[in-house]
Nanobody, 118 residues
Framework: VQLQASGGGLVQTGGSLRLSCTAS????????MAWFRQAPGKEREFVAG????????YYADSAKGRFTISREKVKTTVYLQMNSLRPEDTAGYYC????????????WGQGTLVTVSS
């Protein structure tokens, strides 16, 4: 699976951004897709995930109520709508994919930078 992420940028506190991740190379019906982020000096952390076929969604506590993950099957694209952004959301955001039989995400996109100014 090849993943191409886009949509990052600079936004003020309280603003919104939508990240996109387009997948290619495999049929995604047996995959989970997710967004992770990594801030400078910190470990990578899970943000949100979605089961491609059924659309079940999963969120980190830090994302609940502010972020929404969704997918558009025709475009093989996963989105992360981020609202009410905070400076602590500043990070590189990475999309990832894993087959449902795997416990870890094995395919990664190149990342897109989100900077939230105070």
């Amino acid at each position: 699976v090849q993943l191409q992420a886009s949509g990052g940028g600079l936004v003020q506190t309280g603003g919104s951004l939508r990240l996109s991740c387009t997948a290619s190379g495999r049929t995604l019906s047996s995959y989970y897709m997710a967004w992770f982020r990594q801030a400078p000096g910190k470990e990578r952390e899970f943000v949100a995930g979605i089961r491609w076929s059924a659309g079940n969604t999963y969120y980190a506590d830090s994302a609940k109520g502010r972020f929404t993950i969704s997918r558009e099957k025709v475009k093989t694209t996963v989105y992360l709508q981020m609202n009410s952004l905070r400076p602590e959301d500043t990070a590189g955001y990475y999309c990832a994919a894993r087959h449902f039989s795997m416990s870890e995400y094995t395919y990664w996109g190149q990342g897109t930078l989100v900077t939230v100014s105070s």
